[in-house]
């Protein structure tokens, strides 16, 4: 089943509150913009922090969606907790014809992902390099992507870096595997499934993006970006977890 963009509520978008409830999974995004927003209030100078935290992150994100791909192509659905997919190592993993189709889909991915990504973070950088003609990260046809990210977060990359990974390394282990989610996910589902959320998170932030590229006072986009991807990140997890709940619900 292909999953796209979450229907938008604006009701249920601007229910922070109720987005939040008792998922650790949202309340670890909230974690984290308030990291970013702690470095964009202490370090102003710092104008590209922002923007470069969120592409980080979406990076992130596509490397952690192949290892849940890869999950889900190497050990069968059990019953149980998500532990038992230690023990699922003894069986059979399908037919030669599943796991090369398997294979050919997280390849597919990783090339189609790539592109997608590669595509807007050198239209960043090109807009960005037009009003810093010394900002690194566009020094040939295809963008840095090191260069621009060791410039634009400077002595906070660590920081920033740290945060993505504790949020999605929680996500892959809670979530994913404790949780169940790859009981119910196939390549397909699963390669299909980060795109709803970070098609609206970098349309968001390249948006904001430009206007911080464009205009001086970057603090204040970035205050604003900040607030809004928050909202996002609780409002897309919430329908995220009622999904994969009804999913888990009806394999039962």
């Known amino acids: 089943m292909k999953e796209g963009i979450p229907k938008l509520s ?20 909230l974690l984290f913009n308030l990291l970013v927003l702690v470095m964009v209030l202490a370090f102003p100078a710092d104008r590209y922090i922002v923007i470069a935290a969120y592409f980080l992150e979406t990076l992130i994100i596509g490397i952690f969606n192949v290892v849940r791909m890869a999950i889900v192509a190497l050990f069968s659905p059990v019953a149980g907790s998500g532990t038992e997919i230690i023990d699922s190592l003894r069986k059979d993993k399908g037919t030669p014809v599943q796991k090369q189709s398997n294979l050919f889909l997280i390849l597919f991915f990783i090339m189609h992902f790539s592109i997608f990504y590669f595509v807007q973070l ?80 970098q349309f968001v932030v390249l948006i904001g993006g430009f206007m911080i590229i464009i205009f001086q006072s970057a603090m204040v986009f970035s205050i604003l970006l900040i607030i809004l991807k928050t909202f996002i990140d609780a409002w897309a997890q919430n329908k995220h977890n009622k999904n ?8 039962d």
């Open 10 to 29: 604006v009701t249920d978008f601007l229910r922070i509150d109720r987005n939040l409830g008792r998922s650790p999974e949202a309340w670890g995004f």
């Open 122 to 201: 050198g239209l960043l950088i090109g807009s960005a390099s037009m009003t810093d003609r010394d900002f690194p990260g566009n020094e040939g046809f295809f963008p840095n992507p090191y260069t621009f990210f060791r410039a634009a977060l400077a002595d906070q990359g660590a920081y920033i870096l740290a945060g993505i990974l504790a949020v999605q390394l929680f996500s892959l282990i809670y979530s994913f595997i404790i949780k169940g989610e790859y009981k119910v996910m196939n390549c397909i589902t699963q390669g299909m499934q980060p795109y709803g959320r970070i098609i609206l998170q």
């Open 244 to 251: 994969i709940l009804r999913k888990l619900m009806e394999k």
